[in-house]
C-alpha cells in the first residue's frame, strides 16, 4: 500500500492509461482517469466496480485547455490535494510530413504534448506537498520508424519536456520522469497491427512478428509498464527527476542486425 493517502490524475482510460491507474489503485492511491471515449471509461468504471479499487473516469477531452482544468478542480474539490499525475493519453496517426494533414498534426500535438502541458499546468498548483509526474513517451522519440512523423515528434517532445519540468520544479519537490515503451499490447499497437500487418494476418500473427523484434522476443505487457510507473511515483524513486526509462524488450540496445 505505497500509495496509501495519495491522490492521483491519470489521463488515457485504455492500455497503458487503466494498467496505470489500476497499479497505483491497488497501491492505495484514490484515481481519477480523464478519458475520451464513453464506451471505453464505462470498461474502466466496471473494472474498478469489479475489483473494488479507488479509481473513476470523467469523461475529458484532454487537449481542451477548459475540460482539463474543470476535472482538476473536481479532484481538488473532493480530495484537497493532488500526489501523481500520469499522463497516458496518445493518439498514433500514421504518415510522413507530406502526408498529414495540418488538422492531424495539430490535433497529434495538442493530445500527445498539449495535454501535458494542460494537466501541469491546472494540476502543479495543488502539489503543495511536493510529488510525482511520469509522462507516457516511447522508444520512437530515440529511434523511429518510417511513416510516423508526428508521432515521432510528438515522443521526442515529450522527453524534451519531462527534462524542462524537472528543473523548473525540482525546488517544490516534484519529481517529473518519462517513461518509453516498445511494442506493448495497447488499442495502439492494435490500430499498428491493421496498418502494417497486411492483408489476412491476424493481430496476433502481427503481434508475434512486431515481438520478434525485441530481442526478448515478444511484446509487453501493459501491466509491466505499470510497474515501472509506478516505481517512479513512488517515494522509492525520490532521487530520480528529468529522465527516461526505456522499458523494451531490448528494441534499442543494438542495431538490429542478428
Given amino acids: 500500500m505505497e500509495f496509501a493517502g495519495k491522490i492521483a490524475l491519470v489521463t488515457g482510460t485504455s492500455g497503458i492509461g487503466r494498467a496505470s491507474a489500476r497499479r497505483l489503485a491497488q497501491g ?8 475520451i471515449d464513453p464506451e471505453v471509461n464505462a470498461e474502466f468504471d466496471a473494472l474498478a466496480k469489479a475489483e473494488n479499487l479507488p479509481m473513476e473516469t470523467r469523461l475529458c477531452d484532454v487537449s481542451n485547455d477548459t475540460q482539463v482544468a474543470a476535472a482538476v478542480a473536481d479532484c481538488i474539490a473532493r480530495h484537497g490535494r493532488l500526489d501523481i499525475i500520469v ?52 522508444v520512437q522519440g530515440h529511434n523511429c520508424q518510417q511513416n510516423v512523423a ?16 524537472a528543473l523548473d520544479h525540482a525546488d517544490q519537490r516534484i519529481r517529473v520522469n518519462s517513461v518509453s515503451p516498445g511494442s506493448v499490447r495497447t488499442p495502439l499497437l492494435s ?17 508475434a512478428r512486431f515481438g520478434a523484434a ?26 530520480i527527476t528529468g529522465s527516461d526509462f526505456r522499458i523494451d524488450g531490448g528494441l534499442t540496445a543494438g542495431i538490429g542486425v542478428k
Avoid: Q
Fill in 28 to 35: 492505495g492511491a484514490k484515481v481519477l482517469a480523464l478519458g
Fill in 87 to 138: 499522463n497516458a493519453a496518445a493518439i498514433h496517426p500514421f504518415g510522413t510530413v507530406l502526408t498529414t494533414d495540418p488538422a492531424t498534426w495539430d490535433r497529434c500535438m495538442a493530445v500527445n504534448v498539449g495535454s501535458i502541458y494542460l494537466t501541469a499546468r491546472h494540476g502543479l498548483p495543488h502539489m503543495t506537498g511536493g510529488g510525482a509526474i511520469v509522462n507516457i513517451s516511447s
Fill in 150 to 165: 508526428v508521432y515521432v515528434a510528438t515522443k521526442g517532445a515529450i522527453h524534451a519536456l519531462t527534462r524542462a519540468m
Fill in 191 to 207: 490500430l499498428a497491427a491493421r496498418t502494417y500487418g497486411g492483408e489476412g494476418v491476424t493481430e496476433a500473427e502481427a503481434f
Fill in 214 to 239: 525485441h530481442p526478448i522476443g515478444r511484446i509487453g505487457e501493459p501491466e509491466e509498464v505499470a510497474e515501472l510507473v509506478a516505481y517512479l511515483a513512488s517515494d522509492k524513486a525520490g532521487f
